[in-house]
């Protein structure tokens, strides 16, 4: 392997890292914003619950 070829397979592993490090962020990002919405429709969920019960009291 020549120098010029170790120096593009270099090149290429550090893009490789820097993008799987990119996408694990990403992907850390995204699960923290799954879990805050899975939370506002579980409270959500919760005032409909609520609301339905009192409307059955009133009818």
């Known amino acids: 392997m020549t120098t010029s ?11 490789l890292l820097e993008t799987c490090e ?13 879990q805050n919405l899975l939370d506002k429709n579980k409270l959500a969920s919760g005032k409909i ?5 009192k409307l059955k009291e009133i009818g």
Do not use: F, G, P, W
């Open 5 to 15: 070829n170790l120096s593009q397979l270099e090149s290429s592993v550090s893009k």
């Open 22 to 34: 990119t996408l694990q962020t990403e992907n850390r990002q995204l699960r923290i914003d799954r």
């Open 49 to 53: 619950e609520a609301m339905i019960e």
